[in-house]
């Protein structure tokens, strides 16, 4: 990497380490001629996903807005913020992985309720009530009892 002070070619590598949780390494650099230090950082180069919502409009995938929705929802339960970052983390590798540049927000909602209920029951129900936007509570003890069953049939994994 160039030298931005002396336009040097050839800057050294004079220190490298993780920064952050493996996503990240920070370099310190050092140009040979002129002395000047400078810091760089290298991270895994990722498509921007784009979430197609069901009015049919576009925008970009935002993990901070998924993560408030979810804040919301388990507001008041025993969830923690590193649990719903690892869902959240999860739910992005699986969206990076299946190499689509686009996701529909049913999906993408789809996706969080099969992560949540094994996190909470109730940040589940109030996830799914805003989700589908219940209008009957009819359609909220269908919801309740596909739970109850799903619980029984197939114990979660701790
Ligand atoms: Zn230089």
């Known amino acids: ?32 001629d002129c002395g ?18 069901n009015d049919g409009t576009r925008e970009l995938f935002n993990r901070d807005k998924l993560l408030a929705g979810l804040y919301r929802a388990c507001e008041k339960t025993s969830v923690t913020n590193y649990q719903l970052e690892r869902l959240v983390a999860d739910i992005e590798q699986n969206l990076y992985a299946c190499g689509e540049p686009e996701i529909q927000t049913t999906k993408l909602g789809e996706m969080v309720m099969e992560r949540l209920p094994a996190l909470s029951e109730v940040a589940y129900v109030r996830f799914a009530s805003v989700y589908r936007r219940f209008t009957d509570i009819a359609g909220f003890e269908r919801e309740l009892s596909q739970i109850k069953k799903r619980k029984t049939s197939e114990p979660l994994k701790a």
């Open 1 to 32: 990497m160039k030298c931005s002070q002396c336009g040097c070619e050839d800057t050294k590598v004079i220190e490298s380490r993780d920064a952050g949780d493996g996503q990240a390494i920070r370099r310190r650099r050092a140009c040979p």
């Open 36 to 53: 000047y230090r400078f810091t760089t950082y290298e991270r895994l180069e990722r498509p921007q996903l784009i979430v197609i919502k």
